[in-house]
């Protein structure tokens, strides 16, 4: 299995990111989930990575709490999409299992440097604050990573947070700026993935068809969520972001891109956080992401609602 650490601002599509990671053990090993201010505060998302784990019955998987702001800008939040709590939708019981006295940062550093190198893959599914804080204070452990899947960014779909940018690349675009350009070999899931990955009524039916509490707790969680995108901009449902990241990696088949050239705008208040992919390779500058463009999603929630009816 690929060894993994899931860093992450739960948000109801950041919760079924981790369901599907923590339901494909042959797949994926999650060494420890590491939260990060985004969708809601810090305080919010570490709670809220509790409950899911909780939910799926692995209150062994070790839970830490990061960076709570931005590398360099105040925190925006979303709680227009994701509501108060970040996790709205379904009730879920308050966590009774701890959050780790570790900071993520020094989880991450820690983990990347005992574990063999090459041998884990980190998966960004909120702002990359985290992972920047651990590439700047561990420059050693860049090259140890074996890979970054993120989930971030736009090239077509352009922005929904801004008109030019992609909420977790707008929140803290510096993180996303060091991340891009550290050498690690990156994989990114932008809109131009994610808002194909849509739940449908059908969709949301076969979750809640499950009849387990996941199966229940993630309809409600993808009928709240789907609230927003529909009244707001009229599609099919919603937008299942952060589950392209560990549907890759099981399924890596499902998805096709380019290598390109991506870099970050870090300066431009118009057009801050904005994703510039080379998709058409118009310039010399070096690839440096695999940036996905298309899925096969009729794949992508079989496999979901599949390993969802495991847990
Ligand atoms: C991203 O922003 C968050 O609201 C979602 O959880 C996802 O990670 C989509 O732009
Ligand atoms: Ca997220």
């Known amino acids: 299995a690929c060894k993994i650490i899931i860093d992450t601002d739960p948000g109801q599509d950041d919760a079924v990111a981790i369901l599907l990671a923590l339901a494909s053990p042959d797949e994926i090993e999650v060494l420890g ?30 839970v830490y709490a990061g960076c709570d702001r931005p590398l360099g800008r ?20 308050d966590p009774t299992m701890p959050l ?26 909120g702002p990359l604050t985290n992972i920047a804080m ?40 510096q993180a996303a700026d060091i991340v891009l350009k550290s050498g690690a070999e990156i994989t990114v899931m932008p809109l131009d ?39 707001k901009y009229g599609t099919a449902g919603a937008p299942l972001h952060d589950p392209c990241v560990t549907a890759y990696l099981i399924r890596p088949d499902l998805f096709t891109g380019r290598h390109v050239n991506v870099e970050i705008e870090t300066r431009s208040e118009l057009t801050m956080g904005m994703t510039v992919a080379d998709w058409w390779r118009v310039t ?15 794949g992508f929630f079989d496999l979901l609602t599949e390993r969802l009816g495991r847990l």
């Open 284 to 298: 010399d500058r070096a690839p440096n992401a695999m940036f996905m463009g298309d899925l096969d999603a009729d």
């Open 193 to 231: 993935v994610t808002h194909k990955a849509l739940v449908t009524r059908a969709r949301n039916d076969a979750f809640r068809a499950l009849g387990t509490r996941v199966g229940t707790a993630v309809a409600d969680m993808t009928d709240f969520f789907e609230r927003f995108d529909k009244e």
């Open 74 to 93: 105040p925190l925006v939040t979303a709680e227009h999409v994701h509501g108060k709590t970040g996790l709205n939708g379904p009730v879920l019981p």
């Open 33 to 62: 989930i590491t939260a990060v201010a985004g969708n809601v505060p810090l305080a919010l998302t570490a709670r809220n990575a509790r409950i899911v784990c909780e939910l799926a019955g692995r209150t062994d998987v070790p």
């Open 134 to 173: 651990a590439f700047e204070k561990a420059p050693d452990i860049v090259g140890r990573v074996a890979e970054i899947v993120l989930m971030g960014g736009a090239y077509f779909e352009v922005g929904n947070i801004t008109p030019a940018a992609e909420f977790n690349i707008y929140v803290d675009p």
């Open 100 to 125: 780790q006295q570790d900071h993520a940062v020094d989880f991450i550093i820690q983990t990347l440097r005992s574990e063999d190198s090459g041998a884990v893959t980190l998966c960004p599914l």
